[in-house]
């Protein structure tokens, strides 16, 4: 199992930039592939991107394209979300999340590993 601690959330103006951290516990965070979804309220779960074990495929949501980043330290147990250019409708709960098996998914539901969130506000 893996235990998922999320960091970095805040108030920020529209146009400017967060980076949000994940700090997982266990000694086999290199087995799994990392991810971030966001909800915001009244809102379903929606994914934002992930990346896989060794950090050399990633993948976003068309939302998130070109303006977010993810990587990961496995050295660290961290992985990152860097947001830049953020717009006030990037504004939610943050969620880290992770998962072994076949990389790629944008679902929730394949992800059974989840942080308690970090909130992201971005005022216009």
């Known amino acids: 199992q893996v235990q998922l601690v999320e960091s970095g959330g805040g108030l920020v103006q529209a146009g400017g930039s967060l980076r949000l951290s994940c700090a997982a516990s266990?000694?086999?965070?290199?087995?799994?592939?990392m991810g971030w979804f966001r909800q915001a309220p009244g809102k379903e779960r929606e994914f934002v991107a992930t990346i896989s074990w060794s950090g050399g495929s990633t993948r976003y949501a068309d939302s998130v394209k070109g303006r977010f980043t993810i990587s990961r330290d496995n050295a660290k147990n961290t992985v990152y979300l860097q947001m830049n250019s953020l717009k006030p409708e990037d504004t939610a709960v943050y969620y880290c999340?992770?998962?072994?098996?076949?990389?790629?998914?944008?679902?929730?539901?394949?992800?059974?590993?989840w942080g308690q969130g970090t909130q992201v506000t971005v005022s216009s």
């Open positions: 266990g000694r086999t965070f290199s087995r799994y592939y």
């Open positions: 999340v992770a998962a072994v098996g076949n990389y790629g998914y944008t679902s929730a539901g394949a992800y059974p590993y």
